[in-house]
Nanobody, 121 residues
Framework: QVQLVESGGGLVQAGGSLRLACAAS????????MAWFHQAPGKEREFVAV????????YYAGSVKGRFTISRDNAKNTVYLQMNDLKPEDTAVYYC??????????????WGQGTQVTVSS
């Protein structure tokens, strides 16, 4: 089992950048595919990006492609989400997930507690 803790959220103006980090506990982090999802108030949790356990394959939601980059450092048990050119519609709680391979949040067994990202216009 793996435990996940997100950090790096905050308040930023439109056009700005943030870098989220998700630190994982446990010796098997490098065996897990990792993903980021977000959830805005009143909306369902949505897929943002996923990275394979090797780091060699990544996929992005269309709304963030070209602006966000997912990466991982298996030596540090950490996955990152670099978010550039942020837009007000990116405002949401961002969650880190482990152990799945899908844009469906129900297919991911392990979740962090989330970190708030707020983008002002």
């Amino acid at each position: 089992q793996v435990q996940l803790v997100e950090s790096g959220g905050g308040l930023v103006q439109a056009g700005g950048s943030l870098r989220l980090a998700c630190a994982a506990s446990g010796p098997t982090f490098s065996n897990y595919n990792m993903a980021w999802f977000h959830q805005a108030p009143g909306k369902e949790r949505e897929f943002v990006a996923v990275i394979s356990w090797t780091g060699g394959t990544t996929y992005y939601a269309g709304s963030v492609k070209g602006r966000f980059t997912i990466s991982r450092d298996n030596a540090k048990n950490t996955v990152y989400l670099q978010m550039n050119d942020l837009k007000p519609e990116d405002t949401a709680v961002y969650y880190c997930a482990a152990g799945g391979w899908s844009d469906n949040p129900h297919n991911w067994p392990y979740w962090g507690q989330g970190t708030q990202v707020t983008v002002s216009s």
